[in-house]
């Protein structure tokens, strides 16, 4: 079996990527950084990201497993005292691959040598270079409404407890094949109207943004800020692609989000 370590470069994840790869060359995997059948991510999500963006062209051959040397993480759940069993379950094959889904983007441009595809784990957002967005949303082809606000945001399932969760969306379980539109400030008035509220599409659905004028924007996917110039349309669908997790015990989407963000309140 092949690996490769991303590491988030601070001293406590370079030491424990050493002591990793030491473990696994002993076992008689080999380290592959070009083609790996599993990656570990030692940091938080953000160095998963970085490694999931890495190896986005390899995502049906490769499995991801987060340790975390920070904060508990939605995709780097092991702790650092727990990696001589990690080792373990990995030199075994202790584990089973689980997939989530992803989001597909479409950026279209006039020119179209610069229209360009993306996968994103998390999200995607748009927002004007102007005061104001203007953006005409269409559901399948139909035109749903004109958004006035800052931005929008697309997220996957296991993005939503991201970005999507700050702006007042809806937390969605990742067996669930959907992505979530969710609005940046939306302006509502008596003159301008918005639906108000996250829209939930299934996998058969596509979102489409328009700008009420052809523009140069800067769009995220994920942790990456891209400008686009000349604007005229982003295209948003649930992937073909999936992103795989080796999983090598329990632990449960709603115990994430509990640990997450209610472990250690006040009852």
Not at 53 to 64: K, M, S
Not at 69 to 90: C, M, N, R
Not at 235 to 262: G, L, Q, T
Request: charged letters at 20%.
């Amino acid at each position: 079996m092949k690996f490769y370590i991303q590491s988030r470069s601070d001293e406590l994840s370079n030491e424990l990527a050493a002591t990793a790869r030491g473990y696994l060359e002993d076992f008689g995997m080999s380290w592959d950084e070009a083609a790996p059948d599993v990656v570990l991510s030692i940091g938080g999500d953000g160095t998963l990201l970085h490694a999931f963006h890495q190896y986005r062209d390899q995502l049906d051959q490769v499995a991801f497993v987060g340790i975390h040397t920070g904060h508990l993480g939605f995709y780097a759940d092991w702790k650092p005292i727990e990696i001589e069993k990690l080792v373990l379950s990995i030199a075994k094959k202790e584990y089973k691959v689980i997939e989530y889904p992803l989001l597909e983007v479409n950026v279209v441009c006039e020119q179209e040598n610069a229209s360009a595809r993306y996968l994103a784990l998390n999200e995607s957002t748009v927002k004007s270079p102007d005061v104001t967005l203007v953006m005409d949303v269409f559901l399948n082809g139909d035109h749903f409404e004109r958004f006035r606000g800052d931005g929008l945001c697309m997220s996957t399932p296991s993005g939503s407890t991201a970005y999507n969760k700050a702006l007042g969306g809806a937390i969605i379980h990742p067996s669930l094949q959907a992505m979530q539109l969710t609005e940046m400030a939306s302006i509502n008035n008596r003159v301008f109207r918005t639906v108000g509220s996250s829209l939930v599409l299934p996998a058969h659905h596509q979102c489409v943004l328009k700008p009420a004028k052809v523009q140069d924007f800067m769009i995220t996917v994920d942790h990456l800020h891209l400008l686009h110039k000349n604007v005229t349309a982003i295209e948003y669908d649930v992937a073909k692609e999936k992103v795989r997790f080796a999983r090598f015990r329990p632990f449960p989407f709603w115990e994430r989000v509990h640990d997450s963000f209610i472990e250690g309140s006040e009852h």
